[in-house]
């Protein structure tokens, strides 16, 4: 479903008919980012503001103008690093949405909840729509609430593995208890793991390594952008209980058999 039957994402005052979030990391060519924006569908595109050219080379050449920018942080190790960026990103004509990335720990690239928890509520008074990439850890997100964030953004798994959902109870949790978006970002490797999330109850999903590292990038978009639609088709339409087996046909009274 999308914006255009009933099933609108708003998102910083936004109205999203995809509900599937791409990256600009890994393309073995930044001249494939058109294809791709197109094959699946996106709206919106996250880019490391250290690519970012305000002259328009580079990266932000290759950027459809109808995309929704979603400038990242990568690369900022504390909250006062974080906030720098997002203030040149704005200044660059970036934009106000913004990826909160605070990661020290350069072995397993691992968000710092409480560094990312302060950015976000310095940049959520300065009118920033804030979306912060976190660990699935549910006082970590209460406190990304409470400090102004437009989303939270869980990992899956550690970025650029393509495991998988191999924090799927915790991202359950989340969406369960948490009172905004939940955007699955990060780890995903498979078009039915993206349909998964979606089938939880997840608002969105954020697809780069398993996209830019495929055979064939654009053929995988469309891919993702089908699986994300299909999950949360799925989630709305309301998944059947599991349970033991049963018969969907009755196996008394054919052919006279008792």
């Known amino acids: 479903m999308n914006a255009a039957n009933g099933d609108s994402f708003i998102l910083g005052g936004t109205s999203l008919a995809s ?17 791709v924006c197109e094959a699946s569908g996106a709206q919106v595109i996250t880019v490391a503001l250290r690519r970012v050219d305000a002259g328009g080379r580079g990266i932000m050449g290759h950027i459809p103008e109808h995309m929704q920018l979603l400038p990242n942080t990568s690369g ?36 710092d909840g409480y560094e990312t928890a302060r950015a976000t509520e310095m940049l959520a008074r300065e009118d920033f729509v804030v979306l912060p990439y976190m660990n699935p850890d549910l006082y970590v997100a209460r406190s990304l609430v409470n400090a102004g964030a437009a989303a939270v953004m869980p990992l ?28 699955v970002d990060a780890g995903i490797g498979r078009p039915s793991q993206a349909c998964e999330a979606m089938e939880m109850g997840a ?23 089908e ?14 209980p599991e349970g033991t087996a049963s018969a969907s046909s009755p196996l008394t009274g054919f052919l006279g058999g008792g």
């Open 76 to 111: 900022a190790r504390t909250a006062e690093e974080a906030v720098r960026l997002a203030r040149l990103a704005r200044a660059a004509g970036c934009g106000n949405w913004i990826k909160i990335e605070v990661i020290s720990d350069n072995r397993h690239l691992l968000p």
């Open 203 to 225: 608002a969105a999903c954020l697809v780069n390594t398993a996209i830019a590292s495929a055979v064939d990038p654009v053929g995988m978009a469309g891919a993702f952008g």
């Open 19 to 35: 509900r599937l979030f791409i990256g600009t990391g890994k393309y073995g060519a930044d001249a494939l980012i058109p294809r």
């Open 156 to 183: 899956g798994a550690p970025i650029g593995t393509n495991r998988g959902l191999r924090t799927r109870e915790m991202i359950a949790i989340l969406i369960e208890e948490i009172p905004l978006p939940v955007i």
């Open 227 to 240: 699986a994300v639609a299909a999950g949360r088709k799925a989630y709305l339409s309301g998944l059947g």
